[in-house]
């Protein structure tokens, strides 16, 4: 815990994302991670490989870029950086922890940037008025990649900013952020369909809370937004009991892919 507070306390961070737990979130998954680290490995695994794989079926290599790098635990950075001129790490910010995985790799680069565009302004929202913000059309930074990766970011991308709202503001209903999650998931799809290189997906599609063999509760993280990809799918035991609850268990079902729609569109077997 001390180690946790330290982190927080000296990380730089933008006072936005701060107050509304980014910093606080990431640090948590590092520490989950560290606890669970050996109960993670399979999902890790699945990722770095199909990562890999849509790396090695990408027709060019000039430039990789990573959505959602974090700490970089499901992420084959040295094979992204053996195989590609450019890596690009894209996400809103990276611990020390990260950037240190990267020395000694010259050509990969670090973008602390805001995937959704509206967290700020969620942050102004709340604090100052005016309308609920939503992403405007728009693509993705770094768009001459010939390899983009979501890695696990999808179902996160509106998860802080719904929880912001509803913590600190009692002018929207459940129904106006659950739609306000949908167009987040839904805005960064369509950024994704936009690439013309090879995009590499992976998401959980069910989170299910559980108590040993019997599934007690199921939810859909992605709010009803239907995702175009056919591939592996693999459980992620994420938080076995006590880490959550004492009395359950929650575990993640994901899925991941591929596509190049410069050539035929594809997907992991």
């Not at 090695?56 to 040295?78: C, E, F, M, Q, Y």
């Not at 302004?121 to 008025?129: C, L, Q, S």
């Not at 199921?218 to 056919?230: A, T, Y």
Request: aromatic share 6%.
């Amino acid at each position: 815990m001390l180690a946790e507070w330290l982190t927080y306390l000296t990380t730089p961070c933008p006072r936005h994302l701060r107050e509304m737990g980014y910093l606080r979130e990431l640090i948590a998954l590092r520490a989950r991670y560290r606890r669970r680290r050996r109960g993670w490995t399979k999902h890790l695994d699945q990722c770095r490989g199909l990562i890999a794989e849509a790396a090695r079926a990408s027709t060019r290599r000039r430039k990789a870029v990573v959505l959602g790098s974090g700490l970089l635990h499901d992420i084959p950075l040295a094979d992204l950086g053996c195989l590609f001129g450019e890596v690009v790490l894209v996400d809103l910010m990276h611990l020390r922890a990260a950037r240190r995985k990267a020395r000694g790799l010259a050509n990969v680069r670090f973008l602390d940037h805001d995937l959704t565009g509206v967290v700020k302004a969620v942050h102004a929202h709340v604090n100052g008025g005016g309308p609920l913000p939503l992403p405007a059309a728009g693509g993705l930074p770094e768009d001459d990649a010939d390899l983009v990766v979501s890695a696990n970011i999808l179902s996160q991308l509106p998860l802080l900013p719904a929880q912001y709202l509803e913590r600190q503001s009692r002018r929207h209903s459940g129904q106006e952020i659950a739609d306000f999650s949908r167009a987040l998931i839904q805005h960064h799809l369509a950024a994704l369909a936009d690439v013309s290189g090879t995009v590499c997906l992976i998401t959980e599609v069910d989170r299910q809370i559980r108590d040993g063999g019997k599934t007690l509760r199921s939810e859909d993280p992605l709010h009803g937004v239907p995702i175009p990809l056919k591939g592996k799918e693999w459980i992620w035991d994420i938080a076995p009991r006590p880490e959550m609850d004492g009395a359950y268990d929650l575990r993640y079902r994901v899925i991941g892919g591929y596509w190049n729609f410069r050539n035929s569109t594809r997907a992991a077997p």
